[in-house]
T-cell receptor
Framework: DAGVIQSPRHEVTEMGQEVTLRCKPI?????LFWYRQTMMRGLELLIY????????DSGMPEDRFSAKMPNASFSTLKIQPSEPRDSAVYFC???????????FGQGTRLTVV | GENVEQHPSTLSVQEGDSAVIKCTYS??????FPWYKQELGKGPQLIID?????GEKKDQRIAVTLNKTAKHFSLHITETQPEDSAVYFC?????????FGKGTTLSVSS
């Protein structure tokens, strides 16, 4: 398996624009997580899905953030409108079952100017 | 909710020395405690984990200890090498999710 695949790897956008980050989990994994990494706050859990259903979105910072998982092989994290303080590295991770090794993607580095 | 504290934030050692990173957690329901290593430009990768029914686990130069009563767990790296230089994260489970500490930047100088 190619692992967790995220796209794009880098995104630079202007404040106010919509940004969509994409993730393909490892085939057969039934949990998918979105994390945000910054120097100040470390790795923060934003939201996670089980069998494509959102389970916990308490980490989503504002209504500007939304996430979907239309099928078992694809998820998106959308920010609309984007702001400079959203600049961070966003990671997607997946696991099989309710506990165990989480496999992370390479991340998307988002810069909002 | 779960809160994970990690210390130190930076750690510099000489090649061959040992390195110890410590974490505490708040939720007594947590039962899975992994450690991840993150190299520059990459996503975190699991290096070792421990479950709440075990007090210690070792894998070559890496070991983890868990004290459930005190709610703390530690990572021990012996005979450090320059390639051990990276950011290390501890985590504790909250249901199926992982809550991470803020990371420790380990620098091993030769």
């Amino acid at each position: 398996d190619a692992g967790v695949i995220q796209s794009p790897r880098h995104e630079v956008t202007e404040m106010g624009q919509e940004v969509t980050l994409r993730c393909k989990p490892i085939s057969g994994h039934d949990y998918l997580f979105w994390y945000r990494q910054t120097m100040m706050r470390g790795l923060e859990l934003l939201i996670y899905f089980n069998n494509n259903v959102p389970i916990d979105d308490s980490g989503m910072p504002e209504d500007r953030f939304s996430a979907k998982m239309p099928n078992a092989s694809f998820s998106t994290l959308k920010i609309q409108p984007s702001e400079p303080r959203d600049s961070a590295v966003y990671f997607c991770a997946s696991i099989r079952g309710g506990s165990g090794e989480a496999f992370f993607g390479q991340g998307t580095r988002l810069t909002v100017v | 909710g779960e809160n994970v504290e990690q210390h130190p934030s930076t750690l510099s050692v000489q090649e061959g020395d040992s390195a110890v990173i410590k974490c505490t957690y708040s939720d007594s329901a947590s039962n899975y405690f992994p450690w991840y290593k993150q190299e520059l430009g990459k996503g975190p990768q699991l290096i070792i984990d421990i479950r709440s029914n075990v007090g210690e686990k070792k894998d070559q130069r890496i070991a983890v200890t868990l004290n459930k009563t005190a709610k703390h767990f530690s990572l021990h790296i012996t005979e450090t090498q320059p390639e051990d230089s990276a950011v290390y994260f501890c985590a504790a489970s909250r249901g199926a999710a992982l809550i991470f500490g803020k990371g420790t930047t380990l620098s091993v100088s030769s």
